[in-house]
């Protein structure tokens, strides 16, 4: 087996495992999709561009410091403090989701109407009826500003997030071989990386449309936010 048969192998291995056992980099687009209503094409294409956006970040930084001939252990620790802006950053995203979604359950809550027959009907809606009309005639109104603030806001996130392996175990070692070793190592662990955040994003969902929550769907949106708080949490006191 040669060294670079060895590197490749490695680089796959690690961002798989990387991957898989980093919650975050599958339990938002799970807990938001589910939220949102996303359609798989949509969660999938949305998972795809912010992966592109994590790895590129990490990529970026490690070429600059690889041409500038940086301090491994100077890149490490900038990749550090990456990692820890980014986890509180998922923590504040979560907590404001929450916040969002207990807001709209309160203004979704079920209530009844009288008909003029004496019937009472029982049903959920928001009151906000003009606003919905104007969102769905034009697609410009709060509720796109929201979606759009929704994507936007997971882009930063996984643009901040730092893969943390990639430069010292992956690019480095490469980067010592070749140039053609570094290209290769590095969009292996690119597409590792992205296939996995992809998978088990597609797995997640799956797996919560087998479960049966319709009394839960009021909650949706303050459930998500949990998940995403709890899992920065998780991520702030776990070495994961």
């Keep these: 087996m040669t060294e670079l048969s060895i590197l490749l192998t490695t680089a796959a291995s690690i961002a798989f495992i990387h991957t898989l056992i980093g919650i975050d980099h599958y339990v938002p687009f799970i807990a938001l999709g589910r939220a949102n209503g996303w359609a798989m094409k949509k969660t999938m294409l949305i998972v795809f561009i912010c992966g592109i956006g994590h790895v590129l970040s990490s990529i970026v930084l490690g070429i600059a410091g690889i041409a500038l001939s940086a301090g491994l252990s100077f890149l490490v620790d900038i990749e550090g403090a990456r990692g820890e802006i980014a986890t509180y950053f998922l923590i504040a995203f979560g907590l ?33 009826h003009n606003e919905e009309n104007a969102d769905y005639d034009t697609g410009h109104g709060e509720s796109a500003k929201k979606k759009a603030n929704v994507f936007w806001g997971l882009f930063v996130l996984f643009v901040l997030g730092p893969c943390e392996p990639l430069i010292p175990i992956v690019m480095y070692p490469a980067a010592a071989r070749n140039i053609f070793a570094l290209a290769a190592v590095t969009s292996l662990f690119a597409v590792c990386t992205i296939s996995t955040m992809m998978l088990m994003t597609f797995l997640g969902i799956k797996g919560i449309r ?14 998500a936010g949990s998940a995403i708080l709890i899992c920065g949490v998780l991520l702030l006191l776990l070495p994961i």
Excluded: F, M
């Design 96 to 128: 404001i989701y929450t916040v969002y979604g207990i807001r709209n359950a309160v203004k979704n809550k079920t209530h009844t109407h009288l008909t003029p027959d004496g019937r009472t009907i029982i049903h959920s809606h928001t009151h906000s």
């Design 210 to 223: 087998l479960l049966k929550a319709d009394r839960l769907e009021r909650y949706s949106h303050a459930l």
